[in-house]
């Protein structure tokens, strides 16, 4: 998949267009992706995805995101994308009037633009999908697609994981959610209670399901199931957020290297214990329970 950061930087050939966040690449992005794909090979042009880098709510609420901005383009090139344009969304990007962004998008000579039945651009959400008609010959608006009476929504899935809900989160993703990071050094008070943990660096702003999870992790090296916990380990009196995994049935050094974690079962919340010993009792149970429920999965 080619990638670009301006539309103006992409070959000058028709194409055809989908524009939004696509955070988390969760299955109502996934149809419309579908549809633009269709599209593109009906008319023989390639299909591109115009996106914003944050994801729009980051800037404009504060939340945070389900994918960085690698990640997102990994999954856009899995599903299929033939080019992603990924514009920095900045607050002046944001102020723009829609005709700007109308002005933008020409650039991209759409033949068809696909975008959801809720999508609005430029100040102050000016803009919608009747505007699109102004420079695509074809506009197609997809009703928001909804599992179960809920509809399927970025914002739903940050609820999702706010509450430790990754099984909610994996049915609107249509995939466990995941995270990716480096392992750096923690205090090492895990290896003196008996359960080493690898502390992963995730990029900031990255959204993270509290509470104590199992998971699988894959390294270069391997693909290990394990337990890890997102929390601010009251136990030991912690103030920040850390993200720990210990990783069943592995001795070695994992600092430096990259781990994807794919979390699975919601295990219990974070808790204060009265002391290690509690704590490490705790462990002994949230290993079993974590085995347990990855017995069957690769
Ligand atoms: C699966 C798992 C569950 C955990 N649950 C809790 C918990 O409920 N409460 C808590 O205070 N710390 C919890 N911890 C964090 C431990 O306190 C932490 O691993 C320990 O403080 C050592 O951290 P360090 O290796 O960074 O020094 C958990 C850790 C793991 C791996
Ligand atoms: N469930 C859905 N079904 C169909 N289209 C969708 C769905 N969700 C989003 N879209 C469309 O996909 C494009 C990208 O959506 P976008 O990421 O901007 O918002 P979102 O997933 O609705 O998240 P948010 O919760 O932030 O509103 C937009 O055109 C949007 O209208």
Redesign the pocket.
Known sequence: MKTFIAPGQRPDTETVV??????GI????Q??IAQLKAKAREHRVPSVVYTFDP???VLTQGVEFLSTLPEKLELLARYGVDETVAVPFTAEFAARPKEAFLDDLRLLRPRTVV?????HFGRGRAGSAADLAEVAPEVVV?????LGGE??????IREYLKTGDVEGARRLLGRHYDAQGVVIHGDQLGRTIGWPTANISVPDGKALPMGVFAVVAIGDHGRWHGMANVGFRPTVNGTTRRFEVHLFDYEGDLYGQELHIKFFAHLRGEQKFSGLDALKAQLQQDAANARAALVGVK
């Open positions: 989908a524009i939004g966040s696509f955070d969760h299955l109502g992005h149809a419309l994801p729009t709510r975008v959801g039945e809720d999508f997809v009703p928001i697609h909804g509809d399927i929504k970025s914002t739903r």
